[in-house]
């Protein structure tokens, strides 16, 4: 008696395709059309920035380009002293940044692991903050950071006005609650078994934060590094208005500097404005797995 073997389904392992519907065509053609809607200004910016002012003052800027160059982003890097208020938006930038990211994670870490009477409202507290209009503060701010001195070698004007601390402070101040919910809701689907054997080894409390929460922490902490960086790179509001000296101001105003007295070259804005926004891609680019890592947790189990 000889025993027969089966052949296998030649379907096995091969994924049907999905029936052509005219639902599915016409939710193609919205993304499509929605993507290309989103991505139009940005390739305007960078076809323009590529044409001489000659050129779009003779032919117009809807037309086709008689020649193409970089001369633009040079003139912008040298006219707009890019350099010099980049390296003022990186001692805004990045102070405010990773001050918000460790404070922020301090607070998740408390009203996420450990349970008393005021947890919830704490939360509620932080994330308040961010429906409050930034613009509804401006004038009390303005005048409070007038009242609070400094030492000479902080500030020159002796006070948070014109000072990039003041700019820091309420970056912090109006950062905190995205980011601290953000990190309670991921902290809490920590296994709390792991801070409790922590615990019996004898860990300290900042011990359980720093070694065991915080690495755990890493994607979302990407996550919300890279929004974060997005958001208090490209503000303009709080540095036009708590920065008086037009040397101390962030990269976004430096844009100022490329328009003339009797006509504006939107050619060499449009480049200058490329440049501008450069780090933010960098930073997207760099961190992109894990910011897409981060989004994505929590969405499956398992």
């Known amino acids: 008696m000889t025993a027969t073997l089966e052949r296998p389904s030649e379907t096995v392992g091969v994924k049907k395709k999905r029936p052509v519907t005219p639902a599915r065509v016409a939710l193609h053609v919205f993304l499509v059309l929605t993507c290309l809607m989103t991505l139009a200004p940005l390739l305007w910016a960078v076809y323009a920035s590529l044409r001489t002012y000659e050129d779009t ?5 809807f037309s086709i380009a008689k020649s193409l160059t970089f001369e633009n982003f040079a003139k912008a890097w040298e006219i707009g002293d890019l350099p010099h208020f980049y390296w003022n938006t990186f001692l805004i930038t990045v102070p405010a940044l990773v001050i918000t990211l460790v404070l922020s994670s301090m607070v998740a870490f408390g009203v996420s692991r450990f349970s008393f009477k005021l947890n919830i409202a704490l939360l509620m507290l932080f994330t308040a903050g961010n429906l409050l209009p930034q613009q509804v503060i401006v004038t009390p701010l303005w005048r409070l950071y007038r009242l609070i001195e ?3 070698w ?7 006005i014109d000072s990039p601390l003041g700019v820091i402070l309420i970056h912090i101040a109006f950062q905190m609650g995205f980011c601290t919910f953000v990190l309670s809701n991921y902290m809490k689907t920590i296994p709390y078994e792991l801070t409790e054997a922590a615990r019996v080894d004898g860990a300290s409390v900042f011990r359980q934060y720093w070694q065991l ?16 960086f997005t958001w208090i790179y490209n503000d303009f509001l709080w540095a036009l208005v708590l920065i008086q000296d037009g040397d101390k101001m962030p ?23 490329l440049l501008v926004a450069l780090p933010t891609l960098v930073v997207f680019f760099v961190l992109q797995r894990q910011f897409v890592g981060g989004l994505t947790l929590g969405s499956t189990k398992g």
Not at 213 to 228: D, F, G, Q, W
Not at 256 to 270: E, H, P, R, V, W
């Open 154 to 160: 902080m500030s020159e004007s002796e006070s948070l």
């Open 57 to 61: 003052s003779v032919n117009g800027y």
């Open 150 to 152: 400094l030492p000479a």
């Open 251 to 273: 990269v976004t105003s430096a844009l100022q500097n490329l328009k003339g007295t009797f006509f504006t070259d939107n050619n060499l804005i449009a480049a200058g404005s």
């Open 213 to 228: 929460t915080l690495p755990l922490c890493r994607p979302v902490l990407a996550a919300l590094a890279t929004l974060e």
